[in-house]
C-alpha cells in the first residue's frame, strides 16, 4: 500500500520534484520535501531547505516554521546557519513564532550558546527584559543554564545589574553555582520589596502631613468661599421670613377685635 501511495505521489509532484533537485538527499532528508510538498509548500520555500548540507532534523525545524506562516525573511535567520543544530534551530523558531523581532532573534542565534542558554535568552525578551539587560545575560554564557536561569529571574525581577553581578560572583572572583545564587538573589529581592514597603509608607505619612497642613492653612479661595457660607446662615432663612408674616398678620388680626374691657361694658349697658 505504502509503494503504490509513493508511486502516485511521485507521479502528482514530479514537476515539483524535478525543479527542487532532490536526487542527493538521502531517504529521511528526501521525506522531509514530500512533507512540505504535502502541506502545500511553494517550490520556493522548500528550496530553502531541500539541501543535503541540512540532516533531515534541520530540515524538519526549517518546514515546521514555515508551515506556522513565518516569512521566507524570517525563516532565512536560521535556515542560512548550518552551524544551529536543530534544537538550536528550535529555539529560534520559537522565538520567531513568540513574535519576538528580527534583530532580537539575531541576538542569540549563535552556535557558540547552547540550546538551553538560548531559551534563557528567548524567555527574557519574551517577558520584557530590554536590550541592555538581555546583552547583560549573553555576555554571561560562561554560566551553566542553570545559573543563566537565575540571572534571568533577577532581571525579570527588576534586580539592578549590579546586585546581579555580586549574586554571580565572590569578591575574590569565585563563581557561585546556581543554588547559591538563587538563594543570594532571593535575599536581595526580599530586601527590594522591603524597601519598596518602606518608600510607599514614607510617600503615605508625607502625604497625610500635606494634607493636614493644607487643611490648617486655608487659602484665599477657601476663605472666600467661607465666608459666602456664613453670610448664608447670617442672613434670613425662608422659615423666619414666614414667622415675620405670620407674627404681621396676626398682630393685624388682634387689632381687628375691641379689647375685652370694652366689651364688659357693653354688656353692663345693655344689663342695666
Known sequence: MGVIKDFFEK???????????VADL???QHNEVMEGLRAGLAVSQIKMYA???????QMNEIRTGMENGLSKLQVALYANKPTLTHIQMKEVRLGLEGNLSN??????????????????IRKGFESGLNKRQVEFLISQ?????QQMREVRIGLDN???IDLINKCIK??????????EIEGIRKVYEAGKIEISRRNIESLKTNLF?????????????????DNKVSNKVESPTLEIENAEIYKEHYEKMMNAYPNVSHVQEDNEELEM
Open 26 to 28: 538521502n531517504r529521511m
Open 158 to 160: 527588576e534586580l539592578p
Open 170 to 179: 565572590q569578591d575574590n572572583g569565585r563563581v557561585r553555582g546556581a543554588k
Open 103 to 120: 534583530s532580537q532573534v539575531e541576538m542569540y542565534a549563535k552556535a557558540t550558546l547552547l540550546p538551553e542558554q538560548m531559551e534563557e
Open 141 to 145: 554564557s560562561y554560566l551553566t543554564p
Open 209 to 225: 502631613k500635606k494634607i493636614e497642613v493644607e487643611k490648617e492653612i486655608p487659602d484665599k479661595a477657601t476663605e472666600k468661599q
Open 51 to 57: 539541501h543535503d548540507i541540512l540532516n533531515h532534523k
Open 11 to 21: 507521479i502528482k509532484y514530479r514537476h515539483s520534484l524535478k525543479e527542487l533537485e
